[in-house]
Nanobody, 122 residues
Framework: QVQLVESGGGLVQAGGSLRLSCAASGRTFSRYAMGWFRQAPGKEREFVAAISRSGGSTYYADSVKGRFTISRDNAKNTVYLQMNSLKPEDTAVYYC???????????????WGQGTQVTVSS
């Protein structure tokens, strides 16, 4: 069992930055690929970014490529999402997820956090 707790959300003006963190419980963090997803009001949840178990490979949605950076620290059981040049359309609840098989947008993700709200004002 893995428990995920996100933090770092908040209100920011367009063009600003935020860094989200997701802390995982347990001693098996490095066995999981990690991902970030988001869900805006009235919309389906969408993939944002993912990182491999070692952190050596990353994958981004086109909508955030070049603006967001996913990273992880396996010693701290934490995955991060650095978000720069934020836009109002980035407003959503952001969720982190852990996956033991695959790490793409359509892969099965085994565990989910409770989410953290990000609001970008224009």
């Amino acid at each position: 069992q893995v428990q995920l707790v996100e933090s770092g959300g908040g209100l920011v003006q367009a063009g600003g930055s935020l860094r989200l963190s997701c802390a995982a419980s347990g001693r098996t963090f490095s066995r999981y690929a990690m991902g970030w997803f988001r869900q805006a009001p009235g919309k389906e949840r969408e993939f944002v970014a993912a990182i491999s178990r070692s952190g050596g490979s990353t994958y981004y949605a086109d909508s955030v490529k070049g603006r967001f950076t996913i990273s992880r620290d396996n010693a701290k059981n934490t995955v991060y999402l650095q978000m720069n040049s934020l836009k109002p359309e980035d407003t959503a609840v952001y969720y982190c997820a852990a996956g033991s098989t695959g790490w793409g947008p359509q892969s099965p993700w085994d565990y989910w956090g409770q989410g953290t709200q990000v609001t970008v004002s224009s």
